[in-house]
């Protein structure tokens, strides 16, 4: 299956969740077994050949696709969740939304010093998440190998930012616009 397939398989929502937004719905993907395995496939083959400790997947459609790329790549995975829902000592970063901000947090022993990760998240747009997850897993001692998402919107810069910060960053699929 090709990339043009994987991009078929992803519908596309007007006005969600608010008027203006074109919601990029992968649920469709996920649910076509064919789609689904090449997605994580395409995900994990930049880094395959590399050696890679963990994944971090960003919830929650993060941990989707994050899962099996950490199977296919031998690693273990890491959750990045919302404030308040990993249950053990956890350190939190912040990150601006559109309006307001939010937190994210990792365990502050899911890394080892010097462990090479790599982030996995199903879409990014302005790339705040994706910064603030890179943040997190630099604060405790992680490397980042690098950074796979399935769609890029790449006029809100979130790909430009994260390769600003030095993050070999990739993305199945782009969009034009919002
Ligand atoms: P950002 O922090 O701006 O890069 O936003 C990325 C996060 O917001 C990802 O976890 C996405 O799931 C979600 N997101 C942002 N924009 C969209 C969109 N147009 N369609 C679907 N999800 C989106």
Redesign the pocket.
Known sequence: MLVDDVKRLIRTIPDYPKPG?????VTTLMRDAAGFKAAVSALAAPFAGQRIDAVAG?EA??FIFGGPVAEQLGCGFVPIRKKGKLPWTTIGQQ?TLEYGVDTIEVHLDAVRTGERVLII??????????EAAVKLITRIGGIIAGASFV?D?PE?G?MKLLKSLGVDARALVAYDG?
Do not use: K, P, S
Not at 21 to 25: K, N, V
């Open positions: 937004i074109m919601f990029r719905d960003i459609r993060g990150y998240d199903d879409l990014i747009a302005t790339g705040g998440t994706a769609v919107l809100l979130g919002h």
